[in-house]
């Protein structure tokens, strides 16, 4: 297990730099770099991958304990609701026991985002839109300069302004646009840059369309997400066909996947979207058949017990996971490493060789045991 190039977590995910290592088209020019304590986006850095506590921030060490947890899943920069001044002031309790970038998150009283930055809020969460008027952004934008606080400008479809829904005929991927524009020129005014942008919607397509149109003029860096995604399975479809369609242009710096669940899950599904296009190195990839008649063993079961098993295991490798001996060597030749099950027993694959024979209940430790002396 290594330690991640821009934090203090030991995570077996190695980021690296698409614009470096991919052939993937670029929309945008690099970005404006924006450090987050010690995490830096934008500029060519790894896409960066981020989830939100769904415990009461006022609640330091539920929230703590929930951070750590996702720590260990790979999440690199954690967000926390801020709506109360006992949630500001819950901050430095939490911060005391993590090690990734805290985000506060701030909606309508700008108090709270001035508390959340004194008591150590490492970037702040704002719309701009809804915390009233001008001199009530100025005190938060003086207070995050003071401090050297980077504020995250963020617009969600459902929050767009009356006037740019007038003009455009309803909630538009140009009114989005205008919309956050209007906020980031804003706090430009007022002598600040050290900025992060956002915008989201529900609709897929009008969020693509959206960040196609804003990263041909927006010199900061993006923070994507597909926004009220919905459950595990519609919010990761979403989720990865928006994801997927913005990342592939080389738009976004910063991702979240946003599902009604646990949020493990959420950095699960933002490590897996950022691999397979290619824009993260390491962690072992499962893959496995779909079941057929010819499956003698419980392969979904097995295949989710292998996924689990490999979260932890710093290899670089694929895993093939087969419901049966008859096509299995053959289906996993690509896979480094795989098992396929027959009647009571099954066989442990390399590149398409079949090594070894074992019982059954004896499939999963053997592999087991093979990933974990790999490098011997």
């Given at each position: 297990?290594?330690?991640?190039?821009?934090?203090?977590?030991a995570?077996?995910?190695?980021?690296?730099?698409i614009?470096?290592?991919?052939?993937i088209?670029?929309?945008?020019?690099e970005t404006?770099?924006?450090r987050?304590k010690?995490?830096?986006?934008?500029?060519?850095?790894?896409?960066?991958?981020?989830?939100?506590?769904?415990?009461?921030?006022?609640?330091?060490?539920?929230?703590?304990?929930?951070?750590?947890?996702?720590e260990?899943?790979g999440?690199?920069?954690?967000?926390?609701a801020?709506?109360?001044?006992?949630?500001?002031?819950?901050?430095?309790?939490?911060?005391?026991?993590?090690?990734?970038?805290?985000?506060?998150?701030?909606?309508?009283?700008?108090?709270?985002?001035?508390?959340?930055?004194?008591?150590?809020?490492?970037?702040?969460?704002?719309?701009?839109?809804?915390?009233?008027?001008?001199?009530?952004?100025?005190?938060?934008?003086?207070?995050?300069?003071?401090?050297?606080?980077?504020?995250?400008?963020g617009?969600?479809?459902?929050?767009?302004?009356?006037?740019?829904?007038?003009?455009y005929?309803?909630?538009?991927?140009?009114?989005?646009?205008?919309s956050?524009?209007?906020?980031?020129r804003?706090?430009?005014?007022?002598?600040?840059?050290d900025?992060?942008?956002?915008?989201?919607?529900?609709?897929?397509?009008?969020?693509?369309?959206?960040?196609?149109?804003?990263?041909?003029?927006?010199?900061?860096?993006?923070?994507?997400?597909?926004?009220?995604?919905g459950?595990?399975?519609?919010?990761?479809?979403?989720?990865?066909?928006?994801?997927?369609?913005?990342?592939?242009?080389?738009?976004?710096?910063?991702?979240?996947v946003?599902?009604?669940?646990?949020?493990?899950?959420?950095?699960?599904?933002?490590?897996?979207?950022?691999?397979?296009?290619?824009?993260?190195?390491?962690?072992i990839?499962?893959?496995?058949?779909?079941?057929?008649g010819?499956?003698?063993?419980?392969?979904?079961?097995?295949?989710?017990q292998?996924?689990?098993?490999?979260?932890?295991?710093?290899?670089?490798?694929?895993?093939?996971?087969?419901?049966?001996?008859v096509?299995?060597?053959?289906?996993?030749?690509?896979?480094d490493?795989?098992?396929?099950?027959?009647?009571?027993?099954?066989?442990?694959?390399?590149?398409?060789?079949v090594v070894?024979?074992?019982?059954?209940?004896?499939?999963?430790?053997?592999?087991?045991?093979?990933?974990?002396?790999?490098?011997?």
């Amino acid at each position: 297990m290594r330690r991640d190039c821009y934090s203090s977590v030991a995570v077996p995910f190695l980021p690296y730099n698409i614009r470096e290592e991919t052939g993937i088209h670029m929309l945008r020019n690099e970005t404006k770099k924006v450090r987050i304590k010690d995490v830096v986006i934008g500029g060519g850095s790894p896409v960066a991958i981020q989830s939100m506590t769904n415990t009461k921030t006022e609640d330091a060490d539920a929230t703590a304990a929930q951070i750590l947890a996702l720590e260990k899943a790979g999440c690199e920069i954690i967000r926390c609701a801020v709506p109360t001044m006992e949630a500001a002031l819950a901050l430095p309790k939490i911060k005391e026991k993590i090690h990734i970038p805290l985000v506060a998150d701030i909606h309508f009283d700008y108090r709270l985002a001035i508390a959340a930055i004194e008591h150590g809020a490492d970037k702040i969460r704002i719309n701009p839109g809804n915390i009233g008027t001008e001199d009530r952004v100025r005190a938060v934008v003086d207070k995050a300069r003071e401090h050297r606080v980077p504020i995250r400008v963020g617009v969600n479809s459902g929050s767009l302004e009356k006037h740019l829904i007038e003009r455009y005929g309803g909630v538009t991927a140009e009114g989005l646009v205008e919309s956050a524009m209007d906020k980031v020129r804003m706090i430009e005014r007022m002598g600040y840059d050290d900025l992060v942008v956002s915008i989201k919607s529900s609709d897929v397509m009008m969020c693509v369309r959206a960040h196609e149109l804003i990263a041909r003029e927006c010199i900061y860096p993006l923070h994507v997400g597909i926004t009220e995604a919905g459950t595990l399975l519609a919010g990761n479809i979403k989720s990865s066909i928006g994801l997927g369609l913005i990342l592939s242009q080389g738009i976004g710096d910063t991702i979240r996947v946003s599902l009604t669940g646990d949020p493990a899950e959420e950095i699960r599904s933002a490590r897996l979207i950022l691999k397979t296009l290619g824009l993260r190195k390491g962690g072992i990839e499962v893959v496995s058949c779909p079941t057929c008649g010819r499956t003698k063993i419980d392969l979904i079961a097995l295949a989710n017990q292998v996924e689990k098993m490999v979260e932890d295991i710093p290899l670089d490798i694929k895993v093939a996971v087969m419901g049966c001996v008859v096509n299995g060597p053959g289906e996993a030749k690509e896979a480094d490493i795989g098992i396929a099950g027959g009647i009571g027993e099954g066989l442990l694959i390399r590149k398409g060789e079949v090594v070894k024979k074992v019982k059954e209940d004896q499939l999963l430790e053997t592999l087991r045991q093979e990933l974990l002396h790999w490098n011997e």
